[in-house]
C-alpha cells in the first residue's frame, strides 16, 4: 500500500502539488470526493479527501483538524481562485502546525477532479491499469533523455514510484541489460508483486535500451550536456573547436542563447550536485513541453512571440559548478518577448521543482540573449550575476540596462544614502523584519506602474496582501503615490537600497533622533 509520497509518482497526478504536512506519514487506503469539509471528521482513516470548493482560512485550520483527527493520509484542495506559486492564503500558520501535527498532508489540486479521483484509486488499488499507465509514462520520459544512463534510471524510478539503479540486480531484485556504445547498461529496481512486477520489467527493458541507444538523431544527450559543459568553463580561445564539436553533435551552438542558472543554496556542497541531477530531467521536460505546446496559462501575452519562434526553441542541460545551466536556443532573436516569455518560464519551472524538493532552496538566474558559441557563455555569466542572494522573489533576470549598477554607484555616495534614509525613515523605524517585505512590495508596486495585480504576481502575493503593505506605506509616510515626483523618488530608494550587496553599508535600520530643543 503507498502512502502520499510514492502516489505523487502515478501517472495522472502531475497537478497536484505538495502544500505543507508530512507525504510519508499515513498509508493511503482510498479516495473520496468531499462537498462538505464539516463531514471530514467521519472519513475512514487513509483517506484522500478532496475538497469541492475553496475553504477559508479559519475553516481550513478546522477542516486540517478534523481530517487529521480522523487520519486522513491527505486533505486536496482545490478551487483556489488564483494559482498559487507559493502556499496559497488559505493555508494559514495554524493550518500548517495542524497538518505538521496531526500528520496529515495538505496538497493543492487543479485540472480535472474526476481523472484525479481515477488516478489516485489506480495507484491504490495497483491494477492492470496503473502499470500501463507508468509504462506510458516511462516511455515518455526515458525517450526524452535517451544516452544518458544517469538520467534514464531517475526517469524510470519515478515513473515506477521505486529507485532505480545504474547497477546488476541482486536477490530480490528485478534486472535489466543492454549494450551501450561505452560497454554493457545494467538496471536494477526492487521486485513488486503481480501487475506492479509487470511494470517494473516492462521498465527496466525500455529504460536500458534508452540508457545505452542515443537521444535525437542517435546522438547521446549526455555528450551534448558533457560539450556544453566543457564549453561553459573551457578558455575563450578553445571556444572555436568545442563549437565545431557542438555542430557534429547536433548542439545548436549557432543560435540565439538564453541561460538559466538553477542553484540549490539550502543544501550543503557535498549533496548540491545530486539534487541538481535528480531534477535536471524534469526541468527539461518540463520546458520542453512547454516550448512545443501552447503558451503558458496566465502568460499568453508575455509568453506568446511568433509562432515560428516559440515552436522551434530547444532546450539543453548541463552541471556546472554546481549548479544547473539550462540553455534555450532561438533560431533568431527572441526579442524582448523572447525574454519575458523564458523568465515566465524559469518562474514556473523553479516553483514546480521546488514544490518537489523544497528543501533544496532552489533559486534561478536568467541571462540575456546572445549569439552564437560565446553567446552561450555570455548569457551563463549574466545569469550567474542575476541569480538572487537575498530574501525575496527567488528567480530574477540579468539587468540588461545595468540600471542596477548604475544606481549602486549613485547610492556610493553619503548623499544618496541620507536622502534614502530620510525618504524611507517611517518605515525603516519599523525594524529590518517588518521594513524589508514592504519596501519590496513598494518596489514591485511602482515597478508595475502602481498596479496591484501584476505586482501580486511577480511577489508571488495574494493581491489583498499587496494592498495591505501598500495603504501601510502610505500611512507611514504620507507619500501620495500618484505624484509622478514622489513615485520616481520612491521607486529610486527602494531600488538603491534593496539592491546594496551585503558588504555595502545600507539605510539605517531606525532613523537618527530627533534632536532636542534646549
Known amino acids: ?48 479527501a478532496v475538497l469541492l470548493a475553496a475553504v477559508p482560512g479559519h475553516l481550513l485550520d478546522v477542516a486540517v483538524r478534523d481530517a487529521a483527527a480522523a487520519g486522513a493520509a491527505a486533505l486536496v484542495l482545490t478551487g483556489v481562485t488564483e494559482a498559487p506559486r507559493g502556499l496559497p492564503a488559505e493555508v494559514t500558520a495554524t493550518a500548517r502546525a495542524l497538518a505538521e501535527r496531526g500528520r496529515v498532508a495538505v496538497l493543492y ?43 534514464v534510471a531517475a526517469a524510470a524510478g519515478r515513473a515506477l514510484g521505486v ?125 520542453r513541453t512547454w516550448d512545443g505546446a501552447a503558451p503558458l496559462p496566465g502568460t499568453a501575452a508575455l509568453s506568446a512571440p511568433a509562432p515560428q519562434v516559440a515552436d522551434t526553441v530547444q532546450w539543453n542541460a548541463a552541471l556546472v559548478d554546481d549548479a544547473l545551466v539550462l540553455l534555450s536556443t532561438w533560431p533568431a532573436d527572441p526579442g524582448s518577448d523572447g525574454r519575458r516569455a523564458t523568465l515566465a518560464r524559469a518562474r514556473r519551472v523553479v516553483d514546480r521543482l521546488a514544490g518537489l524538493r523544497p528543501e533544496a532552496g532552489l533559486r534561478c538566474g536568467v541571462g540575456s540573449p546572445h549569439r552564437g558559441p560565446l553567446g552561450i557563455r555570455t548569457s551563463a555569466r549574466e545569469a550567474r550575476a542575476a541569480v538572487p542572494r537575498g530574501a525575496g522573489p527567488v528567480v530574477a533576470a540579468h539587468d540588461a540596462v545595468g540600471l542596477d549598477r548604475m544606481l549602486l554607484e549613485w547610492y556610493a555616495s553619503d548623499t544618496a544614502r541620507e536622502a534614502v534614509s530620510e525618504l524611507l525613515a517611517p518605515v525603516l523605524a519599523l ?36 494592498g495591505a503593505r501598500i495603504r501601510k506605506i502610505v500611512q507611514l509616510t504620507g507619500a501620495d503615490l500618484n505624484e509622478p515626483d514622489v513615485r520616481l523618488a520612491l521607486q529610486l530608494a527602494c531600488r538603491a537600497g534593496l539592491s546594496a550587496p551585503p558588504n555595502e553599508p545600507g539605510p539605517p535600520r531606525t532613523p537618527p533622533a530627533p534632536a532636542r530643543r534646549t
Open 431 to 466: 525594524g529590518p523584519e517588518r521594513a524589508e517585505p514592504l519596501l519590496r512590495t513598494l518596489q514591485g508596486y511602482l515597478d508595475h506602474n502602481n498596479s496591484p495585480a501584476r505586482a501580486a504576481d511577480a511577489l508571488h502575493l495574494h493581491r489583498n496582501a499587496v
Open 1 to 48: 500500500m503507498a502512502n502520499i509520497l510514492e502516489l505523487l509518482s502515478s501517472p495522472g497526478l502531475d497537478a497536484v502539488r505538495p502544500l505543507v504536512g508530512p507525504l510519508d506519514a499515513v498509508e493511503v487506503t482510498g479516495v473520496r470526493l468531499e462537498p462538505r469539509p464539516d463531514r471530514l471528521a467521519a472519513i475512514p482513516a487513509g483517506t484522500v
Open 163 to 287: 529507485p532505480v539503479e545504474l547497477r546488476a540486480a541482486g536477490p530480490g531484485e528485478e534486472g535489466a541489460t543492454a549494450a551501450g556504445p561505452d560497454g554493457e547498461i545494467r538496471l536494477a529496481a526492487p521486485a513488486r508483486p503481480g501487475h506492479a512486477g509487470a511494470a517494473v520489467r516492462s521498465v527496466l527493458a525500455l529504460a536500458a535500451l534508452a540508457a545505452a541507444g542515443g537521444g535525437h538523431g542517435d546522438v547521446p544527450v549526455r555528450s551534448r550536456g558533457r560539450l556544453l559543459a566543457e564549453l561553459l568553463v573551457a578558455p575563450q580561445d578553445q571556444a572555436a573547436r568545442l563549437a565545431a564539436r557542438g555542430r557534429a553533435l547536433a548542439l545548436p551552438v549557432d543560435g540565439w542563447h538564453i541561460a538559466l542558472r538553477v542553484e540549490a543554496g539550502g543544501l550543503d556542497a557535498s549533496n548540491r550536485p545530486k539534487a541538481l541531477d535528480a531534477v535536471m530531467s524534469q526541468a527539461l521536460t518540463l520546458l
Open 109 to 151: 489540486a487543479d485540472g480535472d477532479l474526476a481523472a484525479l479521483v481515477v488516478a489516485v484509486e489506480r495507484a491504490v488499488a495497483g491494477s492492470a491499469a496503473d502499470a500501463l499507465a507508468r509504462v506510458a509514462a516511462a516511455a515518455r520520459e526515458v525517450t526524452a533523455v535517451a544516452g544518458d544512463p544517469d538520467r
